[in-house]
């Protein structure tokens, strides 16, 4: 086989490595796995690779010899890293000097000569390291592996000198190859849009250019959208050099201008002009030098004339062309002191541009069903919750993980008429986007049938119902109570759910003894209810089984310790003052240990303030004429009882005007109800189910204006329909 075309493996399986015992090349601070010196020297095939003649090239003498002598001396030249020499021992090769002891005259010693020229056999240390392409920085070079002839030594291609403690350039196609599989890997392992870009900057600063501008399309287009209106590129992100670097440390000088200078002096918006030199660059997709044509005419229209692009070959132009179009450009730069790009690097440059581009386009569509998903779930769980008489609310919902916010856990409070509340938390198995919309699916039918104000074991039997209508395998649990803050009564019906925990007001918790019932979903199974004390101070704690069933522990070993937690948290605040319930929530997901996040959770506490008796007045009224005027006085005594006054007029005004409406088509006994808490509730009920509407009545209506009065006076009013007909209630603020 020919050696020149023998591709170079670091490792192998079959054989042992020379060098397998030396430590491993140090890693490039940018990401990149870059050779020690020591190790080029060694590397099987390294002899093998050709390096291209170059002007200032001296061709090799008939005193030279080749480590590759299928050439012979001018069939190729080998690499400048390789030994040149014959290693000690061995037998002189055809045409070289002869070795001492033969008789031959010796050469005299080697002068310092041009980039390519071979060692002689007589060269102090034959084993030179390998210099690298010049297009890649390398690691920082000891002294003892310098180029000699200056204080920082000289580019042997160049001339130039070297920066004292400055990285030896790389000139091999093998570095270039590592250093585009390194910056590969850097910027795949991102997964939103600013790793991606951050992970193409750090992976080509200082590696590849001395700084780098990445534009991006804004907005970005998603998927197979096709965007309107014309092209506008943004500056998304900038890296360089920093200013100051430890030259101990063999780190290069700063690129000019400063970070906040190249920042400012580009421009941050480019609106890319059909037809025009840039849309050009773009079109073509491939990278291009500065000093190109269409370049030069690109590079104002995109970084504006303020900022001067050095010349020659020391900036590149990449578009990023993502899966059907392309989504912006990257400028690669070099200092002017650096070795210019080559036409390799361009190749180099199209690599990490295609990369980064197929990332973003991923990243972006990532990023669009990470949103749909977070925004279904959002708008499937309660905004807000409301603030219900009587009772105070706080909840928590918490992803199985923050890569798929979607579940179908859920919780809700419904405000119920006579100031009662339920409240729901229901848990549909699994945590997917079918579980999320069928978990939508049954939280708005709770909500229809809570509207009806129906017994909580009718709701869960309706629910089990609709499970049945959606699939023969949609199955989950839930637990739905009724708070009544005038009784100071809970009513609770379980379908297979964790049972709630209590927290009394003394510290003491309890786990409630409610029948498990069946899932829902099952069907053909009766659900039963139970009724409760629910005293004054007390919390209630409603929540789905991720909150205490784990891979590490049961659901029973669980509840005891969330029992146990509660207790303990509440005996921090004393026995007469119960825990603030944001705290409370926030030290129940505590508990939470590092392998305790399998499924989602849900968390609904309610805190039972409940209403005094002495702040409800409640009465019947016979559907009669005279039903309106026993109202009215009836309204204006527990008034005066309570100190109220002054708000006699105005709920004299509403009571009547509801209570005529009520009368008028009732045929049963109409229920009055004031509750005085925060505000002055009052509630009318009757037995027709028809609810009131608000209309404007004409001027030759004798009726139709009581409604209009009550929503112009009362800070709120409402109707709700009832199992046996409805309530309309409004409310006026107190004092």
């Known amino acids: 086989m020919d050696s020149t075309r023998v591709t170079e493996h670091p490792t192998s399986h079959e054989r042992r490595q020379p060098g397998a015992g030396r430590p491993p090349a140090p890693a490039d601070p940018r990401g990149a796995l870059l050779r020690s010196p020591e190790q080029s020297s060694t590397l099987p095939g390294a002899a093998a690779l050709p390096v291209q003649a170059r002007t200032g090239d001296v061709p090799m003498g008939p005193g030279t010899t080749t480590a590759c002598g299928k050439h012979g001396p001018t069939g190729g030249q080998a690499s400048a890293g390789t030994d040149m020499s014959s290693s000690p021992g061995s037998a002189p090769s055809p045409g070289s000097p002869s070795a001492p002891g033969t008789g031959a005259p010796t050469p005299p010693p080697a002068s310092p000569g041009p980039e390519h020229s071979q060692p002689s056999a007589t060269e102090p240390d034959p084993h030179r390291p390998r210099p690298a392409p010049d297009g890649i920085p390398a690691q920082p070079a000891d002294e003892k592996d310098r180029p000699s002839g200056s204080p920082g030594g000289k580019d042997r291609r160049t001339g130039q000198g070297l920066p004292p403690g400055g990285p030896m350039p790389m000139r091999r196609d ?40 990445v534009y991006l399309r804004d907005p970005l287009p998603v998927g197979d959208e096709r965007p309107t209106g014309p092209v506008v590129l943004r500056l998304r992100r900038t890296d360089r050099i920093p200013e100051e670097r430890d030259t101990d440390g063999g780190f290069m000088p700063a690129l000019h201008p400063e970070p906040s200078e190249l920042q400012a002096m580009t421009a941050e918006l480019c609106e890319v002009r059909p037809g025009g030199a840039l849309a050009e660059v773009l079109r073509g997709v491939r990278p291009v030098f500065a000093d190109a044509p269409a370049a030069r005419a690109a590079l104002p229209e995109l970084l504006g004339d303020d900022l001067a692009v050095p010349s020659g070959q020391r900036a590149i132009l990449a578009p990023l062309r993502g899966r059907r179009r392309v989504i912006g450009a990257a400028l690669f730069l070099r200092r002017p002191e650096r070795l210019a790009f080559e036409a390799d690097d361009l190749l180099v440059a199209a690599q990490l541009a295609t990369h980064s581009a197929l990332g973003i386009d991923k990243a972006v569509l990532y990023g669009r069903e990470a949103y749909i998903a977070d925004e279904l779930q959002r708008t499937m769980l309660p905004e807000t919750l409301p603030r219900p008489t009587g009772v105070r609310l706080a909840s928590r919902y918490l992803p199985a993980a923050e890569t798929a916010r979607v579940g179908g856990d859920w919780y809700d409070a419904i405000p119920l008429p006579g100031s009662r509340v339920a409240l729901v938390v229901g848990d549909v198995m699994g945590h997917s986007m079918t579980s999320a919309a069928i978990m939508g699916q049954l939280r708005t039918t709770a909500q229809t049938l809570a509207g009806l104000d129906l017994p909580p ?18 199955m989950a649990t839930c637990l739905y109570a009724v708070y009544d803050p005038v009784s100071h009564r809970i009513t609770i019906a379980n379908a297979g759910h964790p049972p709630p925990v209590l927290l009394h007001l003394g510290g003491r918790a309890e786990v409630l003894r409610v029948p498990p019932g069946a899932p829902i979903g099952v069907g053909g199974v009766d659900f039963e209810a139970v009724e409760l004390d629910a005293p004054a101070g007390a919390t209630l704690l409603l929540y789905t089984d991720g909150l205490v069933e784990s891979r590490l522990r049961d659901v029973w070993t669980g509840i005891e310790q969330l029992r146990e937690r509660l207790a303990a948290t509440a005996q921090l605040t004393g026995p007469d003052h119960p825990p603030p319930l944001e705290a409370l929530c926030d030290e129940v997901l505590d508990m939470l240990g590092p392998g305790d ?36 006085r009836l309204a204006r005594r527990a008034l005066s009882r309570w100190g109220m006054e002054d708000m006699t007029d105005s709920v004299e005004l509403l009571v009547s005007e509801v209570v005529t409406n009520a009368v008028r088509y009732a045929s049963r006994p109409v229920t009055l109800r004031l509750l005085r808490t925060d505000v002055l509730r009052c509630e009318v009920g009757d037995d027709v189910p028809q609810l009131p509407r608000l209309r404007q009545a004409r001027a030759t209506d004798e009726g139709g204006r009581g409604l209009y009065l009550v929503n112009k006076l009362a800070r709120r009013w409402g109707a709700t329909r009832l199992s046996t007909g409805k309530v309309v209630w409004f409310e006026l603020n107190r004092g």
């Open 174 to 213: 093998g570095d270039r190859l590592r250093f585009v599989g390194a910056a590969t890997r850097r910027i795949a392992r991102g997964i939103d849009l600013d790793e991606i870009v951050m992970g193409l900057c750090r992976a080509t600063v200082p590696t590849f250019s001395d700084a780098i501008l």
């Open 457 to 474: 074991q009718e709701v869960l039997h309706h629910l089990d119902e609709q499970a049945q209508r959606l699939g023969t395998d949609r």
């Open 597 to 632: 996040r399998d499924d989602d959770i849900a968390l609904l506490a309610a805190r039972f303030d409940g209403i005094a008796p002495s702040d409800v007045a409640y009465w019947f009224l016979e559907p009669e004429d005279a039903a309106p005027g026993r109202a009215r």
